[in-house]
């Protein structure tokens, strides 16, 4: 896509000659983590193995393009379980569903794979035996994001707002427990490392005994650890990815506290000149549901004249398929 193209889209004022675009250094990791290529290959299985359709509740992952293109092979993407034709194939999707979702499936005859990501199960595993031993349950995550709605289902507990910025203040506004009640702090998977540890401490300052775990998983902390890393050596960071990914807005948000400006953008048609005036260096990251090839089109539309691959973590991480695909 050019240039041209992206001006016309995007309405800037800037033009391809404003732009003097040096360099592309590019984030290591980025794109899919391993509950994203499972989630993935769920489907693109079932799709192959017994025809379309095949329903999905809720998007599979968190990213237009990946959506799309399991349309295009036969998937469906609904919201509710009741838009299932009864007796068909659904897939559940990477975020998790509550308890109430599998009921109804059941009711409708439906054949469920389950595609939650392993790590976010073990979340909900943590909030069933917590539970049971008494313990009064906290849940620090986005209120209304898909994973904490199926999270929240699996025991009683309280959430603690994570998008909210004064969710440490919510601690001490909205908990009336004594001091002395057994807590314990679970987190959803896909948050901010620095919010998260603010949020975690101000429970522990309410209730010091508090047994907490910190549920964020090495892919989103990964790929927060390598923009910070790159946001000090570059002008502007985009960062590839939908707006409703959790872990994606994370990004940007971690580049904007370390002084970078930065955008979070779906792809090359996204892009404003505007931002890149007086940019010589480009960081370009990507969310844990993006697509390589996205990132390689924003790349190809910037049109640097070298690219630099910034080394972070190495991640070997993979997840087997459901025993029903095994």
């Known amino acids: 896509m050019s240039f041209e193209k992206l001006t016309s889209l995007r309405g800037s004022c800037a033009t391809r000659e404003d732009i003097n675009m040096v360099e592309v250094i ?20 079932c799709l192959e193995r017994f025809g379309p359709p095949v329903y999905v509740k809720h998007q599979i992952v968190h990213n237009p393009y990946v959506v799309a293109e399991l349309e295009r092979k036969g998937a469906i993407t609904v919201e509710e379980v ?10 559940f999707s990477a975020h998790g569903s ?29 909030a069933k035996k917590y539970h049971r031993e008494g313990k009064r349950v906290l849940l620090v995550g986005h209120q209304g994001h898909q994973e904490v709605r199926g999270t ?13 910025p004064l969710a440490e203040q919510d601690v001490s506004a909205d908990i009336e427990w004594p001091a002395d009640t057994e807590v314990a702090v679970i987190t959803q998977t896909t948050l901010s490392v620095g919010d998260t540890a603010n949020a975690i401490g101000a429970i522990q ?18 790929r927060q650890d390598a923009v910070t890393k790159m946001a000090g050596l570059v002008d ?26 930065a955008y979070l953008i779906n792809g090359p ?20 549901s993006t697509p390589e090839v996205l990132v390689e089109a924003v790349i190809e539309a910037l049109r640097p004249e070298r690219v630099t ?4 973590a190495e991640e070997d991480i993979t997840f087997t398929l459901p025993r029903e695909l095994r």
């Not at 590019?26 to 299985?45: H, M, T, W, Y």
């Open 26 to 45: 590019l984030s290591s990791p980025r794109g899919f983590c391993a509950g994203v290529v499972r989630a993935i290959d769920v489907v693109e299985e």
């Open 152 to 164: 929240m289902g699996q025991a009683p507990m309280t959430l603690i707002n994570d998008a909210s």
């Open 82 to 91: 009741d838009e299932v034709p009864e007796g068909s194939l659904v897939v």
């Open 205 to 222: 300052d309410r209730f010091p005994d508090a047994v907490v775990r910190n549920d964020i998983c090495y892919a989103t902390t990964n």
């Open 309 to 312: 691959f910034l080394e972070g």
């Open 236 to 261: 502007v960071v985009l960062v590839i990815g939908a707006q409703n990914s959790s872990n994606c807005n994370r990004l940007r948000e971690v580049a904007e506290a370390n002084g970078t400006p």
């Open 98 to 126: 509550p308890p109430e979702d599998f009921e109804r499936a059941n009711e409708r005859n439906l054949r469920v794979i389950d595609a939650v990501c392993p790590l976010v199960t073990r979340v909900h595993n943590e």
């Open 269 to 288: 048609d996204e892009i404003n000149l505007d931002w890149l005036v007086g940019c010589r260096r480009a960081g370009i990251t990507s969310g844990a």
